[in-house]
């Protein structure tokens, strides 16, 4: 049933801006500010930077296709859909791609979005699958710089505001080329907590938080209207330096109930894997173990040094599930101690940015600080390959969750939110 | 510009067919791998498991196509034990197999798409009887039938269709761009004339589309956006039914005036898109449902002769969202977009007071 | 050390000893003082801290009781309730702890960790507490260790599960308790954690001993810990004993600071040693006054007494006092006086003494050549007229003029002595002069008819050239050379050597003679002594003379029978 949904919304972006999607029975009313709080703080949207911060790449990947766009999108299907570009074609030596760009294309500036010779030209003789791909990850928008500095898109919308620290805003672009979207702007309180934002829900402050996944549950049975993706991050154990010897890596592995952490504290949500990838992305995610050992555990960590171990203790769903995890490890000799700053090990959320396995394996690589994978590479061997020079311990694929107001149509299709001015507020 | 899409989508298809074999294609290309990896003398000895949503009768097929692909005679063989397992991704299902020797396992995978079920085909109720006109990969905006020839309003312009051997062929087109999100546009013939409208647009030209049409800015549609606009005031739809005029406002509801445009009421309970009829001696009205447009749309015949929205027939269910709904002789057009193929199907809304 | 040092220190350390005497006794007595209203102190503190141990176990008891009456416990026995709902609870009951477990110690939901569903818990439990509502003192594992916690049992759902939860014993517990300054209570629990008010990172292993002996009695003890090497951190402590199925649950610590009465102390000693130091200057100066009273004439005494022994008989010691010590002064005085006297009437004597020598020496010398005279005379009386008269005359005139010439001679001796010239010094190699000497003598040593005198020469190597008049050396080594060969009636040996002495040289002259006795070694160099018949006695008193001239030095050593050895030391410049 995810799947479904996320293939719907996925399909959704990827089909509607070609000319512009007809919409229901209850027709979408234009106007209006969507107020949406999170709780990554995010310094830009600019492709160009990568944020260091897990959280503040989901968000921003989240949040670009708002902006900016590439050439390419990937459909539900995980396959290039004409974008930006309408068609492509090889030359005659098939040394080179070339891509036609959509007529009418403007940047949020007014000025027209017209390459060089009427076409784009990539002189690359690799399948047209792999450089498509590649042209739909969010690295390859396409972006120009105004005189005054401001970076433009060709989106949906544009950046009218966006200060580390302060609320951000999103201005309806009345140019876009798909159709100027239904809201006027979108307004996005960034660094709030799980707790303020269900406070702010609360008294009226903002039309979309996000949720805590145990919360998801009860939440929909009070009947409050939630949006939930397929598991778009996924919870793993990074060892951040080179400190912990592979045994007890293999021992803290194999230490881990995920059965009971994800049964009590995730409340069934989401999957207990041993991959990188969530399952519905790759396929393949079960070839990683994620069976618990605790006898081949303590014999791999006997005598094994304590560990710092970190995580963000303010978030309501890592904290407890790190004490779990630092009980589990106890019972196979490990001791993880609870530190700051540098540790061994980090329990970290690791966002999967893209419907395309290599796209989301190379903002991995970039969070683990790994080689990117080759275009080539076959995706097990290169999450195999990923996860054995990490040595990350991949624990959980979870799905988002926002809580919505009834008038919010369309989240998170940001170019189809519209808001309902009879619904309930 | 259709061309260009036309091409990209062409090699879209193209892309997808050399990832989307069939199950027998990826049994033989996965046994052909697994093969591979196999020496001389070891024989495959397989398990399989079906984590997918792959129904148990196509799944139950995989292991003995496998084990017959790789059956091989050979003596003093060494069983080498395979764990086929059935997953699935976005991008469809996935045969993974995993090669177990002593303390080593090899990986090899073969993708497939199952086939697609047969779209479901839209059964109108029994009072309200909904047949299939015309469908294409472009958002259509309203159609109109005359004779032979079928105008078909769509997001690039107005196309000609003339009918040939039963066949519908496309014979001419005036371009009207619609740049709008959820663009709406109304296709009238009268006589030879056909009136076009999109959102701040109207164009006016012969209806077979001998010469250019000419298009001027106003019209019944808001520009930029996918409202109606009368008096300086915007609305979805509007449908007269015997004196009290309906309102599909911007608040996402109903509203009813009489003839003195006084506010009556308001109600919540069609979609933004519904017509008036005057059939079966009623003040009837034929409205979509309330639904977003992820789920699909049904269309029901509703009785609105005291004020009041009481259904008088069965709803006509669709494969999605109803996007447009348009007064069409007695009855009504409603233009579909089929969740499944992404298709934008235009059926005639037919009523029969008799049941 | 001297009489007037001694006298200071006696005075001072007497005075210095005195205010140390009461120093420590007052402190002592101030310390006991002290010590007994701290321990009163710390009993009543004690007495506090355990009424409101009760106090807040009954407000657990009572706490406990409702929430295990509470809906939100029974839905999470029942395991109807979020694994973390224990949290929720405990706030509610207002309790720190609250596990809800199953009977085999299964967490089913705790408050203070909630990730420990399904391990056991290990709060140390036992089948007892189940059925005892009665609140106890136990560790209870937390993610940052383990905090000590006043806990109480309750069952759940018909006892198909049990609430176990209670209160941290944190240090708030005991802010409550309104401590006095200076004093503090402290709980200790095993296996060595202490819980302060004021949060003082004490090491909590100073207390073991405290601990060991409450443990080892059973009982209540006291005993004064100190935290640093700073006397001044050392607390006293009354220590009570918690107790729980026979075990040391935690102790109980009243303590008071013994900083103040540190400080009292060393005020008291600083005082003390403040007083001790004026004791001891005034002591001294006081001492120094008296002991320069007292000892200034006995100083005057001391010099005087060194005068005289120097010879100053002249000495008198100016003392006007009544007392012991004035006495003391006119008796010296007397003493002097006295001395004098008799000094001067023993040089009268001596004199006397010598006069007498010289006129017997006279009338000997004159003598001799007298009686010839007399008898010659009387000859020639007698031979007058007879024939052999001319050849009597002749012979008694030669008689007369040479006894006549001895005469000469001996008053000639006695007007040298007389006239002993003063020397013109000049560097004078002494070898010359002996050798020059010896060869003066060295045919009298061969003469025939006498016994023969074996001259042996030992003289120093490199010379030895001192300032002197050579010709009084010659006069003085000649007459000891003749004293020697007087000493040697019956021949023998003169040994003559000379040799370094100091900057100057030593001349000995040895005879191999009769020696001498003590008293005639005494005697030796009075004028007109002589030991040989002949002699006028003025040989050696001239050496001595010529010696004494030379600022050198002259003794002699000898034994009856032995021999003598003259030894000269001559300096080796002038004086």
């Given at each position: 049933?995810?799947?479904?949904?996320?293939?719907?919304?996925?399909?959704?972006?990827a089909?509607?801006a070609?000319v512009?999607v007809?919409?229901?029975?209850?027709r979408p009313?234009?106007?209006g500010?969507?107020?949406?709080?999170?709780?990554?703080?995010?310094?830009?949207?600019?492709p160009?930077?990568f944020?260091e911060d897990p959280a503040?790449?989901?968000?921003?990947?989240l949040?670009?296709?708002?902006v900016?766009?590439t050439l390419?999108r990937l459909?539900?299907h995980?396959?290039?859909?004409?974008?930006?570009a309408t068609s492509w074609?090889?030359?005659?030596?098939?040394?080179s791609?070339?891509?036609?760009p959509?007529k009418d294309?403007?940047?949020?500036?007014?000025?027209?979005w017209s390459p060089?010779g009427g076409a784009i030209?990539?002189?690359?003789?690799r399948p047209i699958?792999q450089i498509?791909?590649e042209?739909a990850?969010a690295r390859?928008a396409i972006?120009?710089?105004a005189?005054d500095?401001t970076?433009?898109g060709t989106g949906?919308y544009?950046?009218a505001?966006?200060d580390a620290g302060?609320p951000?805003?999103?201005?309806?672009?009345?140019?876009?080329?798909g159709?100027?979207p239904?809201l006027?702007?979108i307004t996005?309180q960034?660094?709030?907590?799980?707790?303020?934002?269900?406070?702010?829900?609360?008294v009226n402050k903002?039309?979309?938080?996000?949720?805590?996944?145990?919360?998801l549950?009860s939440?929909?049975q009070?009947?409050t209207v939630?949006s939930e993706t397929?598991?778009?991050?996924?919870?793993?154990?990074?060892?951040?330096?080179g400190?912990?010897?592979?045994n007890?890596?293999?021992?803290?592995?194999l230490?881990?109930?995920?059965?009971?952490?994800h049964?009590?504290?995730?409340q069934?949500?989401?999957e207990?894997s041993?991959?990188?990838?969530?399952?519905?992305?790759?396929?393949?995610a079960f070839?990683?173990?994620?069976?618990?050992?605790v006898?081949k555990a303590?014999?791999?960590?006997?005598?094994?040094?304590?560990?710092?171990?970190?995580y963000?203790r303010?978030?309501?769903?890592?904290r407890?599930?790190?004490e779990?995890i630092?009980?589990?490890?106890l019972?196979?000799?490990i001791?993880?101690?609870a530190g700051?700053?540098?540790?061994?090990v980090r329990?970290?959320?690791l966002p999967i940015t893209?419907g395309?396995?290599?796209l989301?394996?190379?903002?991995l690589?970039s969070l683990?600080?790994r080689?990117?994978p080759?275009?080539?590479a076959?995706a097990?061997?290169a999450?195999?390959?990923m996860?054995?020079?990490?040595?990350?311990?991949p624990?959980?694929q979870?799905?988002q969750g926002?809580?919505?107001r009834?008038?919010?149509?369309?989240?998170?299709?940001?170019e189809?939110?519209w808001?309902d001015?009879g619904?309930?507020? | 510009?259709?061309r260009?899409?036309?091409r990209g989508?062409?090699?879209?298809?193209?892309?997808?067919?050399?990832?989307?074999?069939?199950l027998?294609?990826?049994v033989?290309?996965?046994?052909?791998?697994?093969s591979s990896?196999?020496?001389?003398?070891?024989?495959a000895?397989?398990?399989?498991?079906?984590l997918?949503?792959?129904p148990?009768?196509?799944?139950?097929?995989?292991?003995?196509?496998l084990?017959?692909?790789?059956?091989?005679r050979?003596?003093d063989?060494?069983?080498?034990?395979?764990?086929?397992?059935?997953?699935?991704?976005?991008?469809?299902y996935?045969l993974?197999?995993?090669i177990k020797?002593?303390?080593?396992?090899?990986?090899?995978?073969a993708?497939f798409r199952?086939g697609?079920?047969a779209?479901?085909a839209?059964r109108?109720?029994a009072?309200?009887?909904?047949?299939l006109?015309w469908e294409?990969e472009?958002?259509?905006?309203?159609?109109?039938l005359?004779?032979?020839q079928?105008?078909?309003?769509?997001t690039?312009?107005?196309w000609?269709?003339s009918?040939n051997?039963?066949?519908w062929?496309r014979?001419?087109?005036a371009?009207?761009?619609?740049?709008?999100r959820?663009?709406?546009g109304r296709?009238?013939?009268?006589?030879d004339?056909?009136s076009?409208?999109v959102?701040?647009?109207?164009?006016?030209?012969p209806?077979?589309?001998?010469s250019?049409?000419?298009c001027?800015e106003?019209?019944?549609?808001t520009?930029g956006?996918?409202t109606?606009?009368?008096?300086g005031?915007?609305?979805?739809?509007?449908?007269?039914i015997g004196g009290?005029?309906?309102?599909?406002?911007?608040?996402?509801?109903?509203?009813?005036?009489?003839?003195a445009?006084?506010?009556?009421?308001?109600?919540d309970?069609?979609?933004s898109?519904?017509?008036?009829?005057s059939a079966c001696?009623a003040r009837?009205v034929?409205?979509?449902?309330?639904?977003?447009r992820?789920?699909?749309?049904?269309v029901a015949?509703?009785?609105f002769?005291?004020?009041?929205?009481?259904r008088v027939?069965?709803?006509?269910?669709?494969?999605g969202?109803?996007?447009a709904?348009w007064p069409?002789?007695?009855?009504?057009?409603?233009v579909?977009?089929?969740?499944?193929?992404?298709k934008y199907?235009?059926?005639?809304?037919?009523?029969d007071?008799?049941? | 050390?001297t009489?007037?040092?001694?006298l200071?220190?006696?005075?001072?350390?007497?005075?210095?000893g005195?205010?140390?005497l009461?120093?420590?006794?007052?402190s002592?007595s101030?310390?006991?003082?002290?010590?007994?209203?701290?321990?009163?102190?710390?009993e009543?503190?004690?007495?506090q801290?355990?009424a409101?141990?009760d106090?807040q176990s009954a407000?657990?008891a009572?706490?406990?009781?409702l929430?295990?009456r509470?809906?939100?416990?029974?839905?999470i026995?029942a395991?109807?309730a979020e694994y973390?709902?224990?949290e929720?609870e405990?706030a509610?009951?207002s309790?720190?702890?609250?596990?809800?477990i199953?009977p085999?110690?299964?967490i089913?939901?705790?408050a203070?960790?909630?990730a420990?569903?399904?391990y056991k818990?290990?709060?140390?439990?036992?089948?007892?507490?189940?059925h005892?509502?009665?609140v106890?003192?136990t560790r209870?594992?937390t993610?940052?260790?383990?905090?000590?916690?006043l806990?109480?049992?309750?069952?759940?759902a018909?006892g198909?599960?049990?609430?176990?939860?209670?209160?941290?014993?944190?240090?708030?517990?005991l802010?409550?308790l309104?401590?006095?300054p200076?004093m503090?209570?402290?709980l200790?629990?095993?296996p060595?954690?202490?819980?302060d008010a004021q949060?003082r990172?004490?090491d909590?292993?100073k207390?073991?001993?405290?601990v060991?002996?409450?443990?080892?009695?059973?009982?209540?003890?006291t005993?004064?810990?100190q935290w640093?090497a700073?006397?001044?951190?050392?607390?006293?402590?009354a220590a009570f004993?918690?107790?729980?199925?026979?075990g040391?649950?935690?102790?109980?610590?009243a303590?008071?600071?013994l900083?103040e009465?540190m400080?009292?102390?060393?005020?008291?000693?600083w005082?003390?040693?403040?007083?001790a130091?004026?004791g001891?200057v005034?002591?001294?100066?006081?001492?120094?006054?008296?002991?320069?009273?007292?000892t200034?004439?006995v100083?005057?005494?001391?010099?005087?007494?060194?005068?005289?022994a120097?010879g100053?008989?002249?000495?008198?010691?100016d003392v006007i006092?009544?007392?012991?010590i004035?006495?003391l002064?006119?008796?010296f005085n007397r003493?002097?006086?006295?001395l004098l006297?008799?000094?001067?009437?023993a040089i009268?004597a001596?004199?006397?003494?010598?006069?007498?020598e010289l006129?017997?020496?006279l009338?000997h010398?004159?003598k001799?050549?007298?009686?010839?005279?007399?008898?010659t005379?009387?000859?020639l009386?007698?031979?007058?007229g007879?024939?052999?008269?001319?050849?009597?005359?002749?012979?008694?005139?030669?008689?007369l003029?040479?006894e006549?010439?001895?005469l000469?001679?001996?008053?000639?001796?006695?007007?040298?002595?007389?006239?002993?010239?003063?020397p013109?010094?000049?560097?004078?190699d002494?070898n010359?002069?002996?050798r020059?000497?010896?060869?003066?003598y060295?045919?009298r040593?061969?003469?025939?008819?006498?016994?023969k005198?074996?001259?042996v020469?030992?003289?120093?190597?490199?010379?030895?050239?001192v300032?002197a008049d050579?010709?009084q050396?010659?006069r003085?080594?000649?007459n000891?050379?003749?004293?020697?060969?007087?000493?040697?009636?019956?021949g023998?040996?003169l040994?003559v050597r000379?040799?370094?002495?100091?900057?100057?040289?030593?001349i000995?002259?040895?005879?191999?003679?009769q020696?001498l006795?003590?008293?005639?070694?005494?005697?030796l160099?009075?004028?007109?002594?002589?030991?040989?018949?002949?002699?006028?006695?003025?040989?050696?008193a001239?050496v001595?003379?010529?010696?004494?001239?030379?600022q050198g030095?002259?003794?002699v050593v000898?034994r009856?029978g032995?021999?003598?050895?003259?030894?000269?030391?001559?300096?080796g410049g002038?004086?």
């Open positions: 049933m995810r799947r479904t949904i996320w293939r719907s919304i996925a399909a959704a972006s089909l509607s070609l512009g007809l919409d229901a029975a209850r009313r234009y106007g500010e969507l107020r949406v709080e999170m709780r990554a703080t995010l310094k830009t949207l600019d160009a930077e944020p503040a790449l989901a968000a921003q990947r949040w670009q296709p708002a900016f766009e390419v459909d539900d995980g396959q290039p859909q004409p974008w930006l074609t090889h030359d005659l030596a098939r040394k791609w070339i891509f036609t959509r294309v403007k940047f949020q500036d007014g000025s027209s060089a030209s990539f002189p690359d003789d699958d498509l791909r042209l990850g390859n972006t120009m710089r005189a500095g970076l433009l949906p544009r950046i505001k966006w302060k951000a805003t999103l201005v309806a672009n009345d140019q876009y080329w159709g100027r239904y006027d702007s996005i960034m660094g709030r907590s799980l707790a303020d934002q269900a406070n702010d829900f609360q903002a039309d979309v938080v996000e949720i805590a996944l145990r919360d549950r939440a929909k009070r009947g939630t397929p598991p778009m991050e996924t919870l793993a154990l990074l060892f951040e330096n400190r912990v010897p592979p007890v890596r293999a021992a803290l592995a230490s881990i109930d995920r059965a009971a952490i049964n009590v504290l995730l069934r949500q989401g207990i041993g991959a990188l990838l969530p399952r519905w992305l790759s396929g393949y070839l990683f173990p994620a069976e618990r050992d006898a303590k014999q791999l960590a006997s005598a094994a040094a304590a560990l710092s171990f970190a963000d303010d978030d309501p769903m890592l407890p599930i790190g779990r630092a009980l589990n490890a019972e196979a000799g001791t993880l101690r700051n700053g540098t540790a061994d329990l970290v959320r893209a395309d396995p290599w989301a394996l190379l903002d690589a683990l600080k080689a990117p080759a275009t080539t076959d097990y061997e999450e195999k390959a996860l054995d020079a990490s040595g990350a311990i624990l959980f979870l799905p926002w809580t919505l009834s008038r919010v149509h369309n989240w998170p299709r940001f189809d939110i808001l001015p619904a309930a507020p | 510009m259709m260009d899409v036309g989508i062409c090699l879209f298809f193209l892309c997808m067919a050399a990832n989307a074999q069939t027998d294609d990826a033989s290309a996965l046994a052909k791998k697994i990896r196999l020496a001389p003398a070891e024989i000895r397989l398990t399989t498991r079906n997918s949503s792959l148990a009768a196509d799944a139950a097929k995989i292991q003995p196509a084990t017959r692909a790789l059956q091989r050979v003596r063989a060494k069983t080498v034990d395979i764990a086929v397992t059935i997953s699935e991704n976005l991008r469809g996935l993974v197999a995993e020797r002593e303390g080593d396992v090899s990986i090899e995978m993708e199952a697609a079920p779209a479901a839209a109108p109720a009072s309200v009887e909904g047949r006109v294409q472009a958002p259509m905006l309203d159609l109109a005359s004779g032979d079928m105008l078909v309003l769509d690039a312009g107005v000609l269709y009918r051997a039963g066949k062929e014979s001419a087109q371009p009207i761009s619609t740049n709008v959820d663009p709406r296709l009238q013939v009268s006589g004339i056909v076009i409208d959102p701040g647009i109207t164009c006016k030209g209806a077979n589309l001998s250019s049409i000419h001027e106003g019209g019944r549609f520009a956006r996918n109606l606009s009368s008096d005031r915007e609305f979805f739809t509007t449908a007269d009290d005029t309906l309102v599909a406002e911007l608040d996402g509801r109903t509203h009813i005036y009489d003839a445009h006084t506010a009556q009421g308001v109600f309970v069609w979609g898109d519904f017509v008036g009829v001696g009837l034929l409205a979509a449902t309330d639904n977003d992820r789920s699909p749309d049904s015949l509703y009785d002769s005291n004020r009041a929205t009481v027939s069965d709803p006509v269910e669709f494969a969202p109803v996007t709904l069409a002789g007695d009855g009504a057009l409603a579909v977009r089929n969740l499944k193929s992404g199907a235009a059926y005639n809304l037919a009523l007071c008799s049941r | 050390m009489f007037r040092t001694k200071l220190f006696i005075s001072s350390f007497t005075v210095a005195a205010v140390a009461v120093t420590g006794a007052v002592i101030t310390r006991r003082a002290l010590e007994r209203i701290d321990t009163t102190r710390r009543a503190l004690l007495s801290f355990r409101e141990l106090a407000e657990i009572r706490r406990m009781d929430a295990a509470s809906p939100g416990v029974q839905q026995a395991g109807e973390d709902r224990a929720s405990a509610a009951a309790l720190d702890f609250l596990d809800v199953q085999d110690l299964t089913i939901s705790s203070h960790w909630p420990r569903f399904g818990n290990d709060w140390q439990i036992s089948p007892d507490d189940w005892s509502s009665d106890f003192l209870i594992p993610q940052d260790g383990s905090a000590p916690a806990v109480s049992v309750r069952p759940v018909g198909k599960a049990l609430v176990v939860g209670g209160r941290k014993l944190s240090p708030e517990v802010k409550s309104g401590i006095a200076g503090r209570a402290l200790w629990v095993p060595g954690e202490v819980i949060g990172g004490n909590p292993h207390l073991d001993t405290l060991q002996q409450v443990r080892a009695r059973n009982a209540p003890a005993g004064v810990v640093t700073d006397r001044a951190s050392a607390e006293g402590f004993p918690i107790m729980r199925a026979g040391l649950a935690g102790v109980l610590l303590g008071t600071s900083q009465q400080a009292l102390e060393r005020s008291i000693l005082t003390g040693v403040v007083v130091g004026s001891i005034i002591g001294f100066l006081l001492g120094w006054w008296t002991t320069e009273r007292i200034k004439p100083e005057r005494l001391a010099e005087g007494a060194r005068a005289v120097g100053d008989l002249d000495t008198r010691v006092s009544l007392d012991e004035g006495e002064a006119r008796a003493m002097t006086e006295q006297e008799q000094r001067e009437r009268q001596e004199r006397v003494a010598a006069w007498r006129a017997r020496r009338a010398e004159l001799n050549p007298l009686f010839p005279l007399q008898i005379i009387e000859n009386q007698r031979a007058r007879s024939a052999d008269f001319d050849e009597v005359f002749d012979e008694s005139t030669s008689t003029l040479a006549l010439g001895n000469k001679t001996i008053i000639g001796r006695f007007s040298d002595f007389a006239k002993m010239p003063t013109q010094f000049e560097t004078v002494v010359d002069v002996v020059s000497v010896m060869k003066l060295d045919a040593f061969q003469a025939n008819g006498r016994p005198i074996e001259p020469l030992e003289l120093a190597g490199n010379g030895a050239r300032s050579p010709e050396l010659r003085a080594f000649g000891l050379v003749l004293n020697a060969m007087d000493a040697m009636p019956e023998g040996t040994r000379t040799a370094p002495h100091g900057s100057g040289v030593r000995e002259i040895s005879d191999s003679g020696g006795t003590e008293e005639e070694c005494a005697r160099f009075t004028p007109y002594y002589t030991t040989t018949q002949h002699g006028t006695g003025l040989g050696l001239i001595q003379s010529v010696v004494s001239d030379h030095k002259i003794s000898s009856p032995q021999g003598a050895t003259f030894v000269i030391d001559l300096p002038r004086a």
